[in-house]
RNA sequence: CAGGAUGUGGUGCAGUGGCUAGCACACUGUCUUCGGACGGCAGAGGUCGGAGGUUCGAAUCCUCCCAUCCUGACCA
């Protein structure tokens, strides 16, 4: 446990920020090859809760579990044009095995789209097999240039799913319904209020037809591209020849959509939440809900309070929070106030000797730093008190992620005015632009359009950039 | 892939040609206690990123290489 260096200050370098609050709250470290990460049990805590949340989110929906492998056949991937142009840059080719160069080289997984045509080109006879809905857990491999811990690592962890259906509408259907289910889980369970909305053609999934995504507003103004949906039409079915018979003994493609969600939302959670004191953590999701400090000064008050604290992490236990007692004895209460504070755990108990003879204990809360956010409250009923200000905190976090976003969300009409709001933030403006247009934005001022959002005005505006009659607004940013 | 920066105990750094390479934090033992990053004493831990060169002498100067981070380009 390394004594806490102080935390750069969000505002002065926010990217200094990160990386050392990841760091330092043992989320997780960097792993020996360059861009690689490794992520600590902490990290990975966090991990499992936001993958128990969307599984029991996809299960819900008929979606089932399965395992698919690690290596594609390379040919597999040329077989859809626009596909293996996107991801053929960023592959990994593993070109030995079993000490020979292989014959035909086998690519590390950048999606599993390939080997998910390929298996259901085989499973799907009849309509009668229809709809296949799967979900895969797993690891996928992208070479990029220029990583950043969760954000963009070389291998990452994520969820993709993969469904095949009879018709169009079914198949949109179930890219809006993955949609929904990501910004559910967005909001409700990481109190990250996300805008769902549809990618423009420029920054569509290669093979997809339409791509969707929730996009989130880091504590920079940065966008983050948090979840995407892809209703992948007929591409991968005509380039895997997913077909099936219909009642009139016909063969038609499938229509297939895939969707992710991947560890990079750890960093959307970061970014969103912390603060200079560091992490804040939705109790939702928190690994450590609650932490209880014992404060004592010789042995007699040691057993005293000692005693108090497993009565206590009891009872909070039987009240189904999750709860640690820091009995590192080495380490003075002060210390770790500070400790748990950069962990980022939404709530936190202290109790000692004074508190024994009133009868008390004193309670904090994260999303209020320091000692603003602490209060003495009675002894009795401390369980429930704890599970009320954990919904509390999960409200509030929300709400000041929220004001925070709409605080640094403008909706200008002209081009100077669009600099200003996408060098703070986002930028809410009529679109009837190209994708020249587009590109040259993104060149002028770096910003590109996040998407556009599924909650559109009424009625039809001036383009801010063309001057144009436009029927729908959209969302620029800087991203990450 | 281009530009920049940095490589010295576990971590963060100091040390720009000269004796045994220092400091802080962490770590081990011990004493002392702890309500917002306690204190004392004792201790362990380093082929100074690698290779070659210059020199009586190199962490320090030169050449090459390697790695990481940052910025840009690129990118679901």
Redesign the pocket.
């Known amino acids: 446990?390394?004594?806490?260096?102080?935390?750069p200050k969000q505002n002065q370098d926010f990217?200094a920020w990160y990386?050392t609050v990841v760091l330092q709250a043992d989320m997780a470290d960097?792993g020996p090859?360059?861009?690689t990460m490794i992520v600590k049990p902490y990290g990975w805590a966090l991990w499992e809760n936001i993958q128990a949340a969307l599984d029991s989110r996809f299960k819900a929906t008929g979606v089932e579990n399965a395992g698919f492998p690690m290596f594609i056949p390379m040919e597999f991937l040329r077989r859809e044009a626009k596909h293996v142009e996107?991801f053929a840059?960023?592959l990994a080719v593993v070109t030995h095995g079993g000490g020979k160069e292989l014959e035909e080289p086998v690519v590390v997984r950048?999606?599993s789209e390939t080997l998910i045509g390929h298996a259901y080109s085989n499973w799907i006879q009849s309509y009668r097999d229809l709809p296949v809905l799967l979900n895969l857990w797993n690891s996928?491999v992208?070479w990029?240039?220029?990583?950043?811990i969760f954000l963009?690592t070389l291998e990452f962890y994520?969820q993709e799913g993969h469904t095949a259906h009879a018709s169009a509408e079914e198949a949109q259907e179930r890219t809006m319904m993955m949609l929904d289910a990501y910004t559910d889980f967005a909001v409700n369970e990481a109190a990250v209020p996300v805008i769902p909305g549809e990618k423009s053609e420029l920054?569509r999934?290669?093979g997809a037809d339409r791509t969707f995504t929730i996009e989130a507003m880091m504590g920079d103004g940065k966008a983050l591209?948090s979840g995407?949906s892809h209703n992948l039409g007929q591409n991968f079915s005509k380039a895997f020849d997913i077909t099936y018979l219909d009642e009139n003994n016909e063969r038609p493609y499938c229509w297939t959509t895939s969707w992710?969600l991947?560890s990079r939302f750890i960093g959307a959670i970061i970014m969103t939440h912390g603060d200079d004191?560091g992490l804040k953590l939705p109790p939702r999701l928190a690994p450590i809900q609650t932490v209880i400090v014992p404060?004592?000064?010789?042995d007699d008050e040691?057993t005293a309070v000692m005693a108090a604290v497993a009565r206590i992490e009891n009872e909070l236990k039987t009240a189904g929070v999750r709860v640690k007692v820091d009995n590192r004895?080495?380490?003075?209460?002060?210390?770790k106030?500070?400790?748990w504070?950069?962990r980022g755990v939404p709530t936190r108990i202290?109790?000692?000797?004074?508190?024994l003879e009133n009868n008390s204990?004193?309670l904090?809360r994260r999303d209020v730093?320091?000692?603003d956010?602490?209060q003495f409250v009675a002894r009795d009923g401390l369980a429930e008190k704890v599970v009320a200000l954990l919904d509390d905190v999960q409200v509030a976090m929300l709400a000041a992620a929220t004001a925070f976003r709409d605080a640094n969300t403008e909706d200008v009409d002209n081009y100077n005015d669009f600099r200003r709001a996408t060098a703070k933030g986002f930028a809410r403006v009529w679109w009837a632009g190209t994708n020249e247009d587009e590109n040259r934005i993104k060149e002028e001022t770096?910003a590109t359009i996040r998407c556009i959002p599924m909650e559109q005005p009424t009625g039809t505006g001036t383009c801010f950039f063309t001057g144009k009659s436009a029927d729908k607004v959209a969302i620029f940013a800087r991203s990450y």
Not at 350 to 355: N, V
């Open positions: 446990m390394a004594k806490a260096d102080k935390l990217n990386n960097y090859v360059r861009g996107g840059p960023e950048p999606t996928v992208r990029e240039l220029r990583t950043k963009r994520w920054e999934f290669a591209q995407t992710g991947s004191k404060i004592y000064r010789n040691a004895d080495n380490l003075s209460p002060g210390f106030f500070n400790d504070e950069m202290e109790i000692g000797p004074r508190d204990v004193a904090a730093p320091g000692r956010g602490k770096k």
